[in-house]
């Protein structure tokens, strides 16, 4: 939802996709917004990944946002709710904590130095690198793999996995992937599916599109 074109009702229609199948969805939200937070749990979404958490008092806010009182104030509305099956989820009220789970973002300087905190926050049940917005906030845009940047998800990586805190990373690279996962990453983002598509219909413009580089990027 950060970066795509899903509201809540796209979102809804692709947890009923997946729905039928062992895996389950990550719903990255746009923002720690509770109200989002709470919407998109109630659609039915397990588990959620909140960008950009800088700290450990943001990550704090974020847990609670998605939980019950007294734990946090995330609102009560099951009868109403996907995610308790209308009701039909027994003790699901007193007992959602086990059908939650919540990943942060580190994705700046301010959140790469405070890494090992935000890992030890009760109710962060993995923190996930972001280079790209990482690499923007040490003045390095577009330069995800410069040694600084790498730098940094190294050492947010070893912070956070010193604590027992499953790590991941955003890494298109697959060299770059490969050094990630060595250094403690357990979940990778390899691959997007609009990245996919586009770099596999450039091959194919290469092969058949007589012409320049300029002229086959338009097609």
Not at 72 to 77: K, M, Q, S
Not at 126 to 131: C, E, L, R, T, Y
Not at 155 to 179: C, E, I, K, Q, R
Request: charged share 15%; aromatic share 6%.
């Amino acid at each position: 939802m950060e970066h795509a074109p899903n509201g809540l009702e796209s979102v809804l229609v692709q947890l009923r996709a997946v729905a039928a199948y062992p895996v389950d969805a990550v719903v990255r939200v746009p923002s720690d917004d509770p109200v989002v937070i709470k919407q998109v749990l109630d659609l039915g979404a397990r588990t959620i990944l909140v960008p950009l958490v800088s700290s450990a008092a943001q990550a704090r806010e974020v847990v609670a946002a998605a939980h019950y009182p007294p734990r946090g104030w995330r609102g009560v509305g099951s009868a109403l709710s996907r995610s308790v099956r209308w009701n039909r989820v027994d003790d699901y009220l007193t007992e959602a904590a086990a059908h939650v789970s919540v990943l942060v973002q580190v994705e700046t300087v301010e959140a790469v130095a405070a890494a090992s905190e935000i890992a030890a926050v009760d109710g962060v049940d993995g923190v996930f690198v972001g280079p790209s917005d990482l690499a923007a906030s040490m003045g390095l845009i577009g330069q995800q793999t410069h040694p600084d940047v790498m730098a940094a998800v190294h050492s947010a990586l070893t912070d956070v996995t010193a604590g027992g805190v499953p790590a991941g990373v955003n890494a298109f690279d697959p060299a770059v992937a490969d050094a990630y996962m060595q250094a403690g990453a357990s979940f990778v983002l390899v691959g997007a599916d609009v990245a996919l598509l586009a770099r596999a219909s450039e091959s194919l413009a290469t092969r058949f599109i007589p012409g320049d580089d300029a002229a086959r990027s338009s097609y």
